[in-house]
Structures are given as structure tokens and as C-alpha cells.
């Protein structure tokens, strides 16, 4: 049986969009967010790509809110994940999220050199 795959193509008017692969015809998907099921996601056959799905989910004005709303794509009814996908709304995060990755890369490279000279200090 092949690995199920499930891989973003765009967000557009405010839908996803996605291609699955590798699942069997009878499977469905669904999606939630905040515990509850999203409405009107649909899968439909490509034409001319045996196994191979489009799937469509909106992000409907409602499901917007202030901060981040995480969509979580999985099996059903088993429950598995086979992606998830980040709407952020409201405060622009993305300088604040820059610099946060910056200060981490700066402490990691810290912790290495830390690590790698004790290495050598207890070696020998």
C-alpha cells in the first residue's frame, strides 16, 4: 500500500487547496479547527491522475479572529493527521517571529561551541 499524502498547492480567495495521493477511493477527509468540524471541504477526482484527489477547504470571514487559527486536515473517521495548515490575523507577527528565530539561532550556535569545548576539556 502506498504512503497517503496530502500536499498544499495554494490559498486562494479564501480557500485551500490541496492534491492527495495514495489514498484509497473510499477514503474521506475531514478538517476542524478549535474542536470543530470545518463546513463544505470537498475532494474531488482528477481527471486523467488515477489516486489523486483535489481537496478544497474554505476559511470561511467566521473562523477569522484575532491571532492564530490552526486547521488540522485528517483521516475520517480514524483520525489521523495528513496536514495542517496556520491563518494569522490581526498583530503582524512576522518581525516579531524573525527575530525570535534570530535569538534562538544565536543561542543554539552558543550551546554548540559550549558543548563541543567540553568535549574536548573532559576527552583528554
Not at 495521493?21 to 470543530?36: C, F, H, K, S, W
Given at each position: 500500500m502506498s504512503e497517503i499524502k496530502l500536499t498544499k498547492t495554494r490559498i486562494r480567495a479564501g480557500v485551500w487547496e490541496g492534491v492527495l495521493?495514495?489514498?484509497?477511493?473510499?477514503?474521506?477527509?475531514?478538517?476542524?479547527?478549535?474542536?470543530?468540524l470545518v463546513a463544505n471541504v470537498t475532494?474531488?477526482?482528477?481527471?486523467?491522475?488515477?489516486?489523486?484527489?483535489?481537496?478544497?477547504?474554505?476559511?470561511?470571514p467566521d473562523h477569522l479572529s484575532e491571532g492564530v487559527q490552526t486547521y488540522l486536515i485528517r483521516q475520517a473517521p480514524a483520525g489521523e493527521a495528513l496536514a495542517h495548515f496556520t491563518?494569522?490575523?490581526?498583530?503582524?507577527?512576522?518581525?516579531?517571529?524573525?527575530a525570535e528565530i534570530d535569538l534562538l539561532r544565536q543561542e543554539?550556535?552558543?550551546?554548540?561551541?559550549?558543548?563541543?569545548?567540553h568535549c574536548l576539556e573532559t576527552a583528554g
Open positions: 495521493r495514495g489514498a484509497p477511493a473510499n477514503m474521506t477527509i475531514e478538517v476542524v479547527l478549535l474542536g470543530q475532494q474531488t477526482p482528477i481527471a486523467d491522475r488515477a489516486g489523486e484527489w483535489a481537496v478544497r477547504v474554505p476559511i470561511a491563518v494569522i490575523t490581526g498583530v503582524a507577527m512576522e518581525d516579531d517571529m524573525r543554539l550556535d552558543m550551546l554548540k561551541r559550549a558543548f563541543r569545548r
